[in-house]
């Protein structure tokens, strides 16, 4: 083989393994773009409630956002809170009614949000347990510091199960 042969074939080798290199991360990142795009986000009633430290954002989840994954239904919501580097405690109880089979279920989560960062609630439940269809949810929550806890009014939404 000669001088030229070789580098012609160092180079045809090097060209394959950037594309199967490149396919790969394309493959990857389709991939992940395909797992976030399962997940979606649902309106709720304007749930509002003071937040335990007064003088903050009020207590305000909007939405809950559904993923599944490996057998699990994930919801989650969110909130946020500007007292920085205190935050508050929230204990939430979500309520579930699927109403086509007619399931009902109770979801609790514990989080501490601490500000920047928002505070989200994360339920978990088996899809089996949930059922697919239409699921009415009621999410209520008290939220505390070391001084008072304060009940948020119970907002509602409507999430889709596949």
Not at 63 to 77: F, L, N, P
Not at 130 to 158: D, F, H, K, M
Request: with cysteine; aromatic share 8%.
């Amino acid at each position: 083989m000669s001088v030229r042969q070789s580098l012609r074939h160092r180079v045809a080798a090097a060209a394959a393994a950037v594309a199967i290199t490149g396919a790969g991360v394309v493959g990857l990142t389709t991939a992940a773009a395909g797992e976030a795009a399962a997940a979606t986000e649902y309106r709720m009633t304007q749930c509002l409630g003071l937040s335990p430290n007064i003088v903050d954002v009020p207590f305000m989840p909007s939405r809950a956002i559904v993923a599944q994954y490996a057998g699990k239904t994930y919801i989650a919501v969110d909130f946020t809170s500007y007292w920085i580097g205190v935050g508050y405690r929230s204990d939430a109880r979500l309520d579930w009614h699927n109403t086509r089979t007619n399931k009902r279920g109770v979801l609790r989560s514990t989080t501490h949000i601490s500000p920047p960062y928002q505070g989200v609630h994360n339920f978990v439940v088996n899809t089996s347990a949930i059922g697919t269809g239409r699921v009415n949810i009621t999410l209520n929550a008290t939220n505390s510091n070391a001084l008072w806890a304060i009940p948020a009014i119970a907002c509602n939404g409507s999430i889709v199960i596949r």
